[in-house]
């Protein structure tokens, strides 16, 4: 079975640019979380799709926005970014959250790097 | 708000036993989890415990959890080279289905 997948792998923006980071769930997964882990500071929660709706939100600007698909794939969108955005982002996925013990699937992760 | 809090880096011998320690802020937690995120990889779930448990037991792995203090422990027995990684304590509330990470202890095992 596919794990969680996530492209691009690896991207160099500039600032004031925009990205778009995208994530597809294992098969069967309707929970979708993005996490910003920068260096040293951990993994920051970002967002959390369930069902295609957002259901909760980091302490993150509004430039950090994204959806999720009827697929259950989802997007992270970071528009105007600036040089502080440079780190991994974990997508992490699990199945229907009130049936679970709350364990998230991870992806490896998008590297961006903004100069 | 809620946090979790860890220490950043770890070093011990191989065959030692490792012991990496964590406090927490939410008193509703009903999960602790520890994960592990080995060098170019996501992260992996290695354990977790109930809120309502003390300790549990899985093979090499012992998780410790006092509530009363908010503080939650991982102890490798036996650690080896191939425990060499990043580990994150992370609690989730009752209802909020927000699973919050600490910083992650990197886990530096000596030959």
């Known amino acids: 079975e596919a794990g969680v997948t996530q492209s691009p792998t690896h991207l160099i923006k500039t600032r004031g640019q925009q990205v778009t980071l995208r994530c597809s769930p294992i098969?069967?997964?309707?929970?979708v979380y993005w996490y910003q882990q920068a260096l040293g500071l951990g993994l920051q929660f970002l967002l959390w799709?369930?069902?295609?709706?957002?259901?909760n939100r980091g302490n993150f600007p509004p430039r950090f926005s994204g959806r999720q698909f009827p697929n259950y794939s989802s997007e992270l969108n970071v528009n105007a970014l600036e040089l502080e955005d440079s780190a991994l982002y974990l997508c992490?996925?699990?199945?229907?959250?009130?049936?679970?013990?709350?364990?998230?699937?991870f992806g490896e992760g998008s590297r961006l790097t903004v100069l | 708000g809620e946090d979790v809090e860890q220490s950043l880096f770890l070093s011990v011998r191989e065959g030692d036993s490792s012991v990496i320690n964590c406090t927490y802020t939410?008193?509703?937690?009903?999960?602790l989890y520890w994960y592990k995120q080995e060098p170019g990889a996501g992260l992996q779930l290695l354990t977790y415990?109930?809120?309502?448990?003390d300790m549990k037991q899985d093979q090499r792995l012992t998780v410790l959890l006092n509530k009363k203090d908010k503080h939650l422990s991982l102890r490798i027995a036996d650690t080896q080279t191939g425990d060499s990684a990043i580990y994150f304590c992370?609690?989730?509330?009752?209802?909020?289905?927000?699973?919050?990470f600490g910083a992650g202890t990197r886990l530096f095992v000596k030959a």
């Open positions: 939410d008193s509703s937690s009903t999960y």
């Open positions: 992490a996925s699990s199945p229907r959250g009130l049936r679970n013990l709350g364990e998230l699937f």
């Open positions: 415990i109930f809120s309502n448990m």
């Open positions: 098969s069967g997964h309707t929970s």
């Open positions: 992370a609690e989730s509330g009752t209802g909020g289905f927000k699973t919050i």
């Open positions: 799709y369930d069902e295609g709706e957002e259901r």
